[in-house]
Nanobody, 124 residues
């Protein structure tokens, strides 16, 4: 079964930065699109951004211009650089293999399970 392990979360002040990592194994990162999602208690998991196999990136409106997704196929790792973090950004962040339904709409692959995620907290 494929594995995606998130890390890099933590506590940061508003306006601060964090860089999350998603280390993947048991599949070729170069052949799959990857997305980052976040979830807060009581709400559904939401898509934050995604990167397709060609390296094109897509972002939700709430993070556009502040977050950057990237990947290193050699290191089998996907990154999420988060800058200017806001009070509405906290949550558990997950990475997942995704399918693009349209040019800028993506969803997790049905056959994969979620990992443990990494907690991001934004607080003064």
């Amino acid at each position: 079964q494929v594995q995606l392990v998130e890390s890099g979360g933590g506590l940061v002040q508003p306006g601060g930065s964090l860089k999350l990592s998603c280390e993947v194994s048991r599949f070729d990162l170069g052949n799959y699109a990857i997305g980052w999602f976040r979830q807060v208690p009581g709400k559904e998991r939401e898509g934050v951004c995604a990167i397709n196999v060609y390296g094109s990136t897509f972002y939700s409106e709430s993070v556009e211009g502040r977050f950057t997704i990237s990947k290193d196929n050699v290191k089998n790792t996907v990154y999420l650089q988060m800058n200017n973090l806001k009070p509405e950004d906290p949550g558990v962040y997950y990475c997942a293999r995704v399918l693009f339904i349209s040019r800028d709409i993506w969803r997790p692959r049905d056959e994969d399970s979620w990992g443990h995620g990494t907690q991001v907290t934004v607080s003064p």
